[in-house]
């Protein structure tokens, strides 16, 4: 609509512009109103009063940038000019704007100040001036509070919106903060876990290439695989997104079986196991089951770095509120089962645990290192 066009095109307006145009049509208007009264009343507009409305209306130009020295100049020559014999507009517009700018712009405190001093300054013009009747003090004073009002509401309504600027700013950067977060426990779980792997068969494959050149090449093409897998993986957790839509699907339950597989390549022997209300895996939500996949890619990792070819265990056992799942390997000295304990991948596994609305827990044992996660079915959910 056409008033719509009108706003915007008035925003564009340099605020030193609109303030001077906003002053020359108070000054317009207020020089109407004076010529009118003194054409009706008989009384003569004199260069004294002609320059107390010079005070009132030029210093208006500076009302945003300047707007208590304005306020002062403009109400003492809007109180010098009541006190006068000289034609009364029907309100003093200039004070008006003046006293609206300070209680838009200024603490509520200063205004409230502001506004006592005017009170008292227009009861004693009133006191000391010419005959005034009470309609004139009833609508000075109704109009002058009327203006405090509105400038106090527009500085509630600025700071208001303010602050909802703020917090949507601080949602959008705890979202970005939440996502480097994803994003770097993915990097570190996925780099961790595959670079390890890769690390461990290109050993194997080093070790029997001059004895045996088939295994070793069976090592190497385990090599490419991982690789080739790690690729994907990432691929997927940077963010390939596109329409909010990811290229790829989230890894489930499902998958643990094919990552226990990779790890067994490495020469460790890991077995995955069930137990509980089996039934009940596909209540899990997909992000419960990324977290839980996550946990169990992160500690094999720990069993491939730590452990040596000592067995590990991976189990799941469902209950009726929870999934436990727990992460058992052996055969770590103890200052490795203490250095597991601090690790980074100990406060992924935390994070991607206390995500969901589950928890973490780790120790070692007398002949290894246990992890322990206990995740709800459903994201957000209370483990029990």
């Known amino acids: 609509m056409w008033v719509d066009s009108l706003i915007e095109r008035s925003r564009r307006i ?26 009706t009343d008989d009384t003569p507009l004199t260069l004294y009063g002609s320059v107390l409305l010079g005070f009132q209306l030029v210093p208006v130009v500076w009302r945003r940038r300047r707007p208590l020295p304005v306020l002062a100049v403009v109400g003492i020559a809007t ?12 309100v003093m517009f200039a004070l008006l704007l003046a006293i609206y700018t300070v209680a838009s712009l200024l603490p509520r405190s200063v205004g409230i100040t502001c506004a006592v001093v005017m009170m008292v300054a227009g009861a004693i013009g009133i006191w000391f001036g010419d005959a005034s009747d009470a309609a004139d003090v009833a609508v000075n004073y109704f109009t002058g ?3 405090w009002f509105l400038g106090d509401a527009t500085r509630t309504q600025r700071e208001r ?24 426990r993915d990097m570190h779980d996925i780099v961790g876990h595959h670079i390890s792997v890769i690390a461990v ?44 839509v990811r290229y790829d699907r989230a890894h489930t339950l499902d998958d643990l079986e094919l ?3 990779r790890v067994r390549q490495t020469g460790r022997p890991v077995t995955l196991s069930m137990s509980g209300e089996i039934e009940r895996r596909s209540e899990m939500d997909a992000i419960v089951q990324l977290s839980a996949y996550r946990i169990a890619q992160e500690a094999l990792t720990n069993v491939i770095k730590h452990a040596g070819s000592n067995e590990a265990t991976v189990h799941l056992r469902f209950t009726s509120s ?3 799942l727990t992460i058992i390997d052996c055969g770590q000295t ?8 601090r690790g980074v991948g100990m406060t992924t596994m935390r994070q991607r645990a206390e995500l969901v609305g589950g928890f973490f827990w780790h120790n070692p044992t007398a002949d290894g290192f246990k992890v322990l996660a206990v995740l709800p079915y459903k994201a957000g959910g209370e483990a029990q």
């Open 201 to 244: 068969q290109a050993e194997a494959a080093q070790e029997v290439l001059a004895v045996s050149p088939e295994k070793a090449a069976a090592a190497m093409a385990n090599v490419s695989e991982t690789a080739r897998t790690a690729l994907d993986e990432l691929r997927r957790a940077v963010g390939v997104v596109k329409d909010n």
């Open 334 to 341: 103890p200052q490795g089962r203490w250095r597991r304990g």
């Open 145 to 147: 509070t009327a203006a």
């Open 161 to 184: 919106a303010r602050r909802t600027d703020d917090e949507r700013a601080r949602e959008a950067e705890d979202a970005v903060n939440q996502e480097r977060m994803r994003i770097a």
């Open 322 to 324: 929870d999934v436990f």
């Open 259 to 261: 990552l226990v597989e």
């Open 14 to 39: 340099p605020a030193y512009a609109a303030d001077a145009l906003l002053a020359g049509l108070v000054a317009a208007v207020t020089i109407i109103a004076v010529v009118v009264e003194s054409q």
């Open 79 to 90: 109180l010098l000019y009541g006190m006068a014999e000289l034609p009364d507009p029907p």
